[in-house]
């Protein structure tokens, strides 16, 4: 297999770990592939659209998801780091609330897989981070949502030591009393 598969807190999310081979030239590694990705993870999911963003250090884009259409994600860093998160607004989940966050780097080419029904965010750790993701539908503005990236009631532990750069649709989020949610 191209990757292994390592279960998070919330199992419905996971990191994927890529094989790496790697020597003095620099390195090689397949990010994806769909009969290997359904075998390691069980999932059968197709993969609509692919986005890139390229932010600077401090900057937290999230936590978005949309209420209609929900997207699946498969997301990586492919320059710079990042903290990214998860949270289960899915009502009727033995987790429902409760997030989950992984160290996503250039150096570690770690993946997570975030189920639709959840709400998605990272904040840039680097000076620059590169993000790539996969979705499993195609964006919607009108379906989406912000949850506010500091709920207390979800009380994400942001690994961070500063205020940081919200888009002004992020810094209105709605917390999780109050947000559309996943039946």
Do not use: C
């Not at 094989?19 to 390691?40: L, P």
């Not at 320059?79 to 989950?100: H, I, K």
């Not at 993946?111 to 959840?118: D, T, V």
């Amino acid at each position: 297999m191209p990757y292994t598969v390592t279960p998070t807190a919330i199992p419905d999310v996971l990191v994927l770990t890529p094989k790496v081979f790697g020597d003095a030239r620099g390195f090689f590694f397949e990010s994806f592939n769909t009969h290997d990705f359904a075998q390691v993870t069980g999932l059968d999911v197709n993969f609509v659209q692919d986005n890139h963003s390229k932010s600077g250090k401090g900057v937290l884009r999230g936590l978005h998801y949309q209420i209609q259409r929900p997207q699946g994600k498969l997301v990586r860093v492919v320059q710079g780091a990042v903290f990214d998160v998860a949270v289960d607004l899915r009502r009727a989940s033995p987790t429902f609330g409760r997030w989950v966050g992984q160290m996503l780097t250039a150096e570690n080419h770690h993946q997570m897989w975030i189920p639709p029904g959840f709400a998605h965010g990272f904040v840039v750790l680097s000076e620059t981070a590169e993000f790539l993701y996969k979705t499993t539908d195609t964006w919607f503005p009108e379906h989406e949502r912000s949850l506010l990236w500091n709920d207390p009631e979800v009380g994400i532990e942001w690994p961070i030591d500063f205020e940081p750069q919200l888009a002004a649709k992020d810094a209105a989020g709605k917390p999780l009393s109050s947000a559309d949610l996943f039946d």
